[in-house]
């Protein structure tokens, strides 16, 4: 494996980041359920996309960039991550966000204006394929003005940014090794625009090798799609020097629980929501977690996670979104 510390990486978060044991929830599940708190990720409102912009600011950085540049929904957990690690690291931040200017700022879209985010807004039914280009516009406006721009990506996932999951995977395996516990059996975790999930898988296979990987898909964007997600994943492996490659049906890849679709929200996704907070004090976010969350239930009920398994929920951040209105 290429040492990761061969890469870049801009300080911005707080870890490691708490694991947790959920006795509450393993006892109502019967199982024994842990979660990894990368919610407490310490930038902004916290989440996953600060692993993966360690990597992607300091490359930002490297190639002498003065803005960030980057796209979402209203209320996406990314850009906010992504317009708060630009001001940490100096930099000006624009953000490209799908639909119309809301009536009242609320979430984190009232976060992104507090943190002085220029932001335009493309009301698209193809956003994920027109944002690309309108991102590479802006950047050569900028470039006009004599700005140097970074494009950051959806969901900060391409390989570079997926090497933060790498890390994380690292991360996990000390934690589990210090406190004297067995690696889980099953870790669950969010599968949207893909990044988080490929290193996972990745820094798994090298660390945690016995361990199944189950994504819970919240998209039907191509993002999702499984020969998407197999690429990747293997690119990602191949950056981190991880001599393995993996094919569609290699990937645990549930895509039961996107409910209506992506951003809206779904019944087992809120009913997980209550559930969680309540017998947790653990707050999910209605467009992932939520439905990660209802996933990892169902997917025990249907007995493909068996009774009495060890089992590590990552929870990705994003529960502001609640404040949404």
């Not at 540049?69 to 850009?79: D, E, F, L, R, W």
């Not at 189950?214 to 998209?219: D, E, K, L, N, Q």
């Not at 993996?246 to 809206?264: H, R």
């Amino acid at each position: 494996m290429t040492p990761l510390s061969l890469f870049p990486r801009q300080s911005l978060g707080c870890f490691p980041t708490p694991v947790q044991p959920l006795l509450r929830m393993s006892h109502e599940l019967g199982i024994e359920l842990s979660v990894k708190r990368d919610d407490l990720s310490g930038l902004a409102a916290g989440g996953n996309k600060v692993r993966k912009l360690e990597y992607l600011v300091a490359d930002a950085i490297k190639q002498g960039a003065t803005v960030l540049i980057t796209a979402g929904a209203i209320q996406s957990n990314h850009v906010l991550q992504t317009v708060a690690a630009a001001r940490k690291s100096g930099l000006r931040a624009v953000a490209v966000l799908h639909g119309k200017a809301p009536e009242k700022p609320s979430g984190n879209f009232l976060f992104n204006t507090l943190l002085g985010a220029e932001i335009h807004y493309l009301d698209s039914d193809r956003f994920v394929e027109d944002v690309i280009g309108y991102m590479a516009r802006c950047g050569d406006d900028l470039t006009k003005q004599g700005e140097k721009a970074y494009i950051v990506p959806v969901g900060g996932s391409n390989a570079l940014g997926a090497l933060g999951y790498v890390e994380c995977a690292r991360e996990l395996a000390e934690q589990y090794r210090g406190a004297g516990q067995q690696p889980p059996e099953f870790l669950v975790t969010a599968t949207g625009s893909v990044g988080t999930y490929a290193g996972l898988v990745a820094g798994c296979a090298y660390y945690w090798p016995e361990t199944k990987i189950a994504g819970i898909v919240v998209t039907t964007n191509y993002f999702a799609q499984r020969e998407n997600v197999v690429t990747l994943t293997n690119e990602t492996a191949k950056l981190a020097g991880i001599p393995r490659t993996w094919t569609a049906d290699d990937l645990n890849l549930k895509y039961d629980y996107v409910g209506p679709g992506y951003g809206i929200r779904s019944d087992a996704g809120n009913k997980a929501i209550d559930r969680l907070a309540r017998a947790e004090g653990i707050f999910l976010d209605p467009t992932y977690t939520g439905k990660v969350f209802a996933g990892l239930i169902g997917e025990v009920e249907k007995g493909a996670i068996p009774k009495n398994s060890r089992v590590l929920f990552v929870h990705t951040g994003g529960s502001t979104a609640l404040l949404a209105t």
